[in-house]
């Protein structure tokens, strides 16, 4: 018998090339915020994707007056790669989505999104003299999985 059907047979397995399982951020959300808490910052947990899924992060704010809904998901998908793109729909005065989508496969965790600053950037204060604003990446929370 052969020494690779014989490893076979006993459970073993041995990795393809080029077909090897990624290790992602995992991470959901979904929560409504005043816009003045924004940006925000997240940590994610770890998890290890079947082989051939790769890495995905999708956040989408949607604006509504004085506050935001942010959803999050990061994690493994079948999706094919795509490159990091921003998504901005205006609907008038006070109401807006915005989306970012991430897809990758290059390297483990490449999902690294961990604050919502590519869809928001802080706003310069209004007035210098008007005392310091929150620090750039507001108040950090844990992501449920």
């Given at each position: 018998?052969?020494?690779?059907?014989?490893?076979?047979?006993?459970?073993?397995?041995?990795?393809?090339?080029?077909?090897?399982?990624?290790?992602?951020?995992l991470?959901?959300?979904?929560?409504?915020?005043?816009?003045?808490?924004?940006?925000?910052?997240?940590?994610?947990?770890?998890?290890?994707?079947?082989?051939?899924?790769?890495?995905?992060?999708?956040?989408?704010?949607?604006?509504?007056?004085?506050?935001?809904?942010?959803?999050?998901?990061?994690?493994?998908t079948?999706?094919?790669?795509?490159?990091?793109?921003?998504?901005?729909?205006?609907?008038?005065?006070?109401?807006?989505?915005?989306?970012?989508?991430?897809?990758c496969?290059?390297?483990?965790?490449?999902?690294?999104?961990?604050?919502?600053?590519?869809?928001?950037?802080?706003?310069?204060?209004?007035?210098?003299?008007?005392?310091?604003?929150?620090?750039?990446?507001?108040?950090?929370?844990?992501?449920?999985?």
């Open positions: 018998m052969s020494p690779v059907l014989l490893l076979a047979l006993l459970g073993v397995t041995l990795p393809l090339p080029g077909v090897q399982a990624l290790f992602c951020q991470g959901t959300n979904h929560r409504v915020w005043k816009v003045s808490d924004l940006p925000r910052q997240w940590t994610p947990k770890n998890t290890s994707c079947d082989s051939g899924l790769g890495c995905q992060d999708t956040l989408m704010l949607i604006e509504s007056g004085p506050q935001v809904s942010m959803v999050l998901s990061k994690g493994c079948e999706a094919k790669d795509q490159e990091p793109r921003v998504t901005e729909h205006r609907m008038g005065p006070g109401l807006s989505l915005i989306s970012y989508t991430f897809v496969r290059q390297e483990d965790f490449c999902n690294n999104l961990v604050n919502s600053l590519p869809l928001w950037a802080p706003q310069p204060p209004a007035d210098p003299m008007m005392g310091a604003a929150e620090g750039p990446f507001g108040k950090a929370e844990q992501v449920d999985s």
